[in-house]
């Protein structure tokens, strides 16, 4: 679903969607001097569009999304407050002390961590007890505990925002992107 969306995505701003205008360059292609190609890695992708169904004006609706559903995220489960903005997502993972550690908006754009993007922590994020059986369950129930153990070791003394995994962008944040 995710890559169905990115390509959507890419082919909504190609052509102008979202309210803008195309753009028509005048004269040879031998004059273009520079083609830029912005990349984000997937986790990028996840912490901000994971939240844009919820976002004010979106055209997009929230999952769970049928395979023809090209308008739905299959993101985060969350409430955005109309009068603040503030978001109040229900998506959690435990932590090592069985504490729940629930997604939560970051303002930190230089964050330090980062996932492990290794074959064996990759597949504990997505099934920590079965990392075996991701494709055919995927409970994204390990990030927390894959972090803990191999980039942002627990210090003791969380705050609810200190695990960086569990943290996603808004639409006040699109300066940023």
């Given amino acids: 679903m995710r890559k169905q969306m990115l390509v959507w995505l890419s082919l909504c701003l190609a052509t102008g969607g979202f309210g803008a205008s195309l753009a028509h360059a005048d004269g040879p292609l031998s004059k273009v001097k520079h083609i830029i190609i912005v990349m984000q890695e997937n986790h990028s992708f996840d912490n901000y569009f994971g939240v844009l169904p919820y976002a004010v004006g979106t055209p997009y609706e929230r999952g769970p999304c049928a395979p023809d559903q090209h308008a739905c995220v299959d993101g985060l489960s969350c409430e955005r407050d109309p009068a603040t903005g503030v978001y109040r997502c229900r998506n959690f993972n435990r932590d ?78 699109l300066g940023f992107y």
Avoid: K
């Avoid at 230089?110 to 075996?132: K, M, S, Y």
């Avoid at 627990?154 to 962008?169: H, I, L, N, R, V």
């Fill in 96 to 173: 090592d002390d069985g504490s729940q550690v629930f997604a939560f908006h970051s303002t930190d754009y230089c964050v330090q961590t980062d996932l492990n993007h290794e074959w064996d922590g990759t597949h504990r994020e997505i099934n920590f007890a079965h990392p075996n059986a991701t494709r055919l369950l995927s409970r994204n129930n390990g990030f927390v505990l894959v972090n803990n153990a191999t980039n942002q070791p627990d210090q003791g003394g969380e705050s609810p925002t200190d695990d960086a995994t569990m943290s996603f962008y808004n639409e006040d944040d």
